[in-house]
DNA sequence: GGTGAAAACACTCACAT
DNA sequence: ATGTGAGTGTTTTCACC
């Protein structure tokens, strides 16, 4: 159902999304309407979710990155996973096996912001920050 | 030197960036070529990175996701930053803080193959490894 | 699956406000 | 900083292979 092909496309819009049909058809030696339709289809089939952007967040003045796990207290579960979407520190948070259950990416504008994203957080379990130095 | 308006563009290009600058325009009352030159100069600031794709990875045949955290044995780092580039598995890696040094996150086709990759990774540091359920 | 053609639309630049 | 206009390129749809 996805070809070769598909995949080149794929690996040319991870790193640049904002090609134009035109543009990938060159690339690839396809026409645009060829490309268009391949893409549309891996759009409907739910392979390309979203178009997206990458932010230096540290450029906007938001400093500190961190990645939280979570160990939810007993009966808290529901509540949390209601909730998290209100927190707009919260960039990515998912559910995990292990001794913790949920893994989040946080971004914040200091250590203050952090601790208090922390103090709301431990309401509903016990957490265990790691900041993120550098991307590699 | 970034504005509300920014923000506002960026807000939506989080979301689908591949809006045409007029469509842009459309939204937040502003023409293209306004639209176009605030984008660019997020560009050039750096503080647009890259426009991307989000990806289904389930839906391409890799039904595994996982964090891994791992604990560099002492005089391997080095090493380890440099051969990272080189597991395809591994979709993101970020230096962090704590008694793990190094935090990544992989993208595998099924058990056997997070396997072969753990051995490989041990063969640098301790791992410790957290199956991502679903996103929340 | 792929192409080609035509109308509608978007992009880009210089110039004006 | 934002808007406008003219020229160029792109998207979209559809009939055809």
Redesign the pocket.
């Known amino acids: 159902m996805i070809d070769a ?1 598909d995949n080149q496309l794929l690996d040319i819009l991870k790193n640049n999304s904002r090609l ?4 990938l058809g060159r690339t690839i030696n ?5 490309v ?3 893409v549309q289809k891996m759009e409907d089939l739910g392979v390309i979710q979203k178009y997206g952007i990458q932010i230096d967040n540290r450029k906007l003045g938001y400093d500190l990155e961190a990645f939280i796990l979570l160990k939810v207290f007993p009966g808290q579960l529901a509540n949390i996973l209601k909730i998290i979407k209100d927190f707009p520190e919260i960039k990515e948070a998912h559910r995990i096996t292990g001794n913790q259950n949920i893994h989040l990416k946080v971004v914040v504008k200091n250590q203050t912001a952090l601790q208090e994203l922390l103090d709301r957080l431990m309401i509903h379990g016990d957490t265990n920050t790691f900041l993120i130095l550098s991307e590699i």
Not at 30 to 34: G, N
């Open positions: 092909i134009s049909f035109a543009d396809l026409s645009p309407s060829s268009r339709e391949r």
